[in-house]
């Protein structure tokens, strides 16, 4: 196959798809809206997973001890404590620098403060996590280690945010997949009707010595020029409206930057491509193998 | 040229070939006649390995054409050229359906352009070369057949019914056209029922019916006398 050939099955790719319109278009606006979806799930996915992230970074969880322990049962905690998996670092709050600490905050209230007796507070450990996903973990970890009193954090807000997110993935990836099934249900089809369209012509390419693989691969080109044009046209469609969101927001929110910060928008626009191409040469193969065999026995 | 041994040829319990022996020899120029059903297109159909016999030996040239891959079928059909009574001509202009053929075959552009002059000037219709099939008669579109059939200068060429859509004055053109390209070294092949046109070509026919060959009779006319 010469490149005179490839130039030639690549006019007829494009004159089929301009004589076939209306399938055509059909096919580019279900490559085109599916992929976008995809895209805008996917970058909502990714801030999202980001700002997960982000908010494990700052997510501390409290360790309260027990009063009446020595500092040197104070210090075997902490050490228990730093060398659970998941946690990042911790601190630890000495009830007495703690104590001094309030005193110093409540002067104005000194005659309460003087009714307390001796020290009331406990010693704190501030444990930071990995990551959110370490939350369980760690907790249980924690469950286990004597002379804790209490035990603080953040549940219902990171639970809640959590599952959240999970429903989110959820049904993103629902629907995700309905589009892209819908995509590949209607490029099928439109080769289909290409295949029925071209019996003539695959008739007369059979008989002046075109071999199979070369009919078939008029089909696939075509689906390959629809994958392509479609997906060319959804990654300009996110680019734009990555491009004004964006920049609306940012005049909005100043903290609108974590939208661009976790994203690498290139290999998105790459991804997406792919998964057109990939989509629609699956598309054009199923409808090839299972219409042209029998044009081409016939 | 063309050898055929024992061949036969079943559609489900239908015998349409019954252990079949002809030979064609190069250069020739035969009629296959015989009512409809008789097996004319399935012989044509086997030579372009379009069919495969069920039992027998079937060559085209030197090569047994039983056994050939993909790609061989190919080949094989690279030197045959093959006429429809249904002209079969794509909706772009004749030199399009022309350039066709030899666009696929990766031909360089001037190449295509010689080798569609050739054909229209021996074919005769090379005012229309830029006409689109609904402009042109009958006779006309077959002509275009015909040049497609030729363009790659095929050793054979088959013909099945060419004249079955065309009144007598074109179906005449015609057939003096592909006795013309006989004449230029093709082994040609035509089935047809067109009397008029056995008569006057007093060329060998080969009768079919009911699965068998009748007659062969060299310089024979459509009915036996
Ligand atoms: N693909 C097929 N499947 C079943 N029967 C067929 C097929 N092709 C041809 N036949 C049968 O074979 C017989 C011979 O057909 P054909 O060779 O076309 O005859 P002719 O060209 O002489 O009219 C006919 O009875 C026809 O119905
Ligand atoms: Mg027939």
Redesign the pocket.
Known sequence: MNFRVIYFLIDEAINSIKQNSVMSFLSFLTVTISLSVLAMFLIVFMNLNSMIKSIGDDLNISVYLNRNISEDRVSQVRDQIKFIRGVKSISIIPRDAAWADLKNKLQYQRDIVELIPGNPLPDLIIVKLKSIENTNSVLKELSFIKDIDDIRYGKSVVNKFRSGVKLFNFVGGVIVLLLLSATFIIVASTINITIIAKEKEIKIMKLVGATNSFIKSVFVLEAMVLGLVGSILAVVLINAGYFIINSKMQQVYHFAYVFTKHMNIISLNMFVIVIGLVICLSASFFSVNSLLKSIIK? | MIRLRNVT?T??D?V??NHINLHIAKDEFVF?V????????????LLTRE?VPDAGKIYVGMTSINELNERQVANLRKNIGFIFQDFKILNRTIYENLAYVLKIQGEKKQIIKEKIDRVAELVGFESKLYCYPHQLSGGEQQKVCIARAIINKPHVLLA??PTGNLDPDASLEIIQIISKINLDNTTVIV?T?DKAIVDLMRKRVIG?HGGNIVRDQQMGSYHEF
């Open positions: 016939k | 040829k559609y489900q239908f349409v070939l296959l015989g009512p409809t059903g008789s097996g004319k297109t399935t012989i044509l159909n069919e099945d019914e089935a029922h079919l």
